[in-house]
Nanobody, 123 residues
Protein backbone atom coordinates (compact mmCIF):
# COMPACT_ATOMS: atom_id res chain seq x y z
CA UNK A 1 0.00 0.00 0.00
CA UNK A 2 0.96 3.60 -0.54
CA UNK A 3 1.09 6.15 2.24
CA UNK A 4 1.31 9.89 1.70
CA UNK A 5 2.11 12.30 4.51
CA UNK A 6 1.84 16.05 4.02
CA UNK A 7 3.60 18.68 6.07
CA UNK A 8 4.47 22.36 5.91
CA UNK A 9 1.09 23.99 6.32
CA UNK A 10 0.47 26.88 8.65
CA UNK A 11 -1.08 30.29 9.17
CA UNK A 12 0.48 33.12 7.18
CA UNK A 13 -0.21 36.61 5.94
CA UNK A 14 -1.25 37.24 2.37
CA UNK A 15 1.65 37.74 0.00
CA UNK A 16 4.07 35.36 1.68
CA UNK A 17 5.16 31.89 0.64
CA UNK A 18 4.88 28.36 1.94
CA UNK A 19 6.28 25.08 0.74
CA UNK A 20 4.30 21.94 1.37
CA UNK A 21 5.96 18.54 1.41
CA UNK A 22 4.52 15.11 0.72
CA UNK A 23 6.53 12.08 1.75
CA UNK A 24 5.52 8.90 -0.03
CA UNK A 25 6.08 5.34 1.11
CA UNK A 26 5.14 1.92 -0.19
CA UNK A 27 6.17 2.68 -3.76
CA UNK A 28 8.83 4.81 -5.33
CA UNK A 29 7.69 8.23 -6.42
CA UNK A 30 8.60 7.71 -10.05
CA UNK A 31 5.93 4.99 -10.39
CA UNK A 32 3.13 7.25 -9.15
CA UNK A 33 1.23 10.07 -10.77
CA UNK A 34 1.54 12.74 -8.12
CA UNK A 35 -0.78 15.67 -7.60
CA UNK A 36 -2.08 18.22 -5.13
CA UNK A 37 -5.67 19.06 -4.27
CA UNK A 38 -7.27 21.43 -1.80
CA UNK A 39 -10.58 21.83 -0.06
CA UNK A 40 -11.72 25.19 1.26
CA UNK A 41 -14.44 25.59 3.90
CA UNK A 42 -17.86 24.97 2.41
CA UNK A 43 -16.45 23.96 -0.95
CA UNK A 44 -15.70 20.72 -2.72
CA UNK A 45 -12.20 19.42 -3.21
CA UNK A 46 -10.49 20.96 -6.21
CA UNK A 47 -7.50 20.14 -8.33
CA UNK A 48 -4.42 22.29 -7.78
CA UNK A 49 -1.41 20.81 -9.56
CA UNK A 50 -0.02 17.54 -10.84
CA UNK A 51 2.73 15.89 -12.79
CA UNK A 52 1.83 14.58 -16.23
CA UNK A 53 3.00 11.07 -16.98
CA UNK A 54 6.44 9.91 -15.92
CA UNK A 55 8.33 13.04 -16.86
CA UNK A 56 8.52 16.54 -15.48
CA UNK A 57 5.55 17.98 -17.32
CA UNK A 58 3.04 19.70 -15.05
CA UNK A 59 -0.50 20.97 -15.05
CA UNK A 60 -2.02 23.64 -12.82
CA UNK A 61 -5.41 24.98 -11.96
CA UNK A 62 -5.98 28.43 -13.44
CA UNK A 63 -6.39 29.88 -9.97
CA UNK A 64 -2.82 29.02 -8.96
CA UNK A 65 -0.98 29.17 -12.27
CA UNK A 66 2.08 31.39 -12.03
CA UNK A 67 2.07 31.29 -8.23
CA UNK A 68 2.33 27.61 -7.33
CA UNK A 69 4.93 25.12 -8.46
CA UNK A 70 4.88 21.36 -8.04
CA UNK A 71 8.25 19.64 -7.85
CA UNK A 72 9.72 16.36 -6.70
CA UNK A 73 12.84 14.78 -5.31
CA UNK A 74 12.85 11.14 -6.32
CA UNK A 75 15.84 10.33 -4.11
CA UNK A 76 13.87 11.48 -1.07
CA UNK A 77 10.57 10.10 -2.40
CA UNK A 78 9.05 13.49 -1.73
CA UNK A 79 6.88 15.84 -3.76
CA UNK A 80 6.56 19.55 -3.00
CA UNK A 81 4.15 22.35 -3.60
CA UNK A 82 5.78 25.77 -3.54
CA UNK A 83 3.10 28.37 -2.94
CA UNK A 84 4.03 31.99 -3.58
CA UNK A 85 2.02 35.20 -3.33
CA UNK A 86 -0.56 33.51 -1.17
CA UNK A 87 -4.06 34.95 -1.10
CA UNK A 88 -6.86 34.57 1.39
CA UNK A 89 -8.72 32.47 -1.15
CA UNK A 90 -5.91 29.92 -0.97
CA UNK A 91 -7.04 29.04 2.53
CA UNK A 92 -7.84 25.33 2.50
CA UNK A 93 -6.77 21.91 3.58
CA UNK A 94 -4.19 20.78 1.05
CA UNK A 95 -3.98 17.12 0.12
CA UNK A 96 -1.20 15.20 -1.53
CA UNK A 97 -2.54 12.53 -3.84
CA UNK A 98 -1.33 9.91 -6.29
CA UNK A 99 -2.57 8.01 -9.28
CA UNK A 100 -1.55 4.37 -9.15
CA UNK A 101 -0.59 4.51 -12.82
CA UNK A 102 1.63 7.41 -13.87
CA UNK A 103 -0.10 7.55 -17.23
CA UNK A 104 -3.56 7.98 -15.76
CA UNK A 105 -5.42 11.19 -16.56
CA UNK A 106 -4.30 14.15 -14.47
CA UNK A 107 -7.88 15.33 -14.00
CA UNK A 108 -9.19 11.81 -13.44
CA UNK A 109 -9.46 9.69 -10.33
CA UNK A 110 -6.69 9.48 -7.77
CA UNK A 111 -6.03 6.35 -5.77
CA UNK A 112 -4.06 7.46 -2.73
CA UNK A 113 -4.50 10.40 -0.41
CA UNK A 114 -2.63 12.00 2.43
CA UNK A 115 -4.24 13.24 5.62
CA UNK A 116 -4.11 16.87 4.56
CA UNK A 117 -2.34 19.92 5.92
CA UNK A 118 -4.08 23.17 6.78
CA UNK A 119 -3.06 26.39 5.06
CA UNK A 120 -4.63 29.56 6.41
CA UNK A 121 -3.93 32.89 4.71
CA UNK A 122 -4.94 36.12 6.42
CA UNK A 123 -5.30 39.36 4.48
Amino acid sequence: QVQLVESGGGSVQAGVSLRLSCAASGRTLDTLGMGWFRQAPGKEREFVAAFIGSGSGTEYADSVKGRFTISRDNARNTVYLQMNSLKSEDTAVYYCSARAYVGARVRGEYDYWGQGTQVTVSS
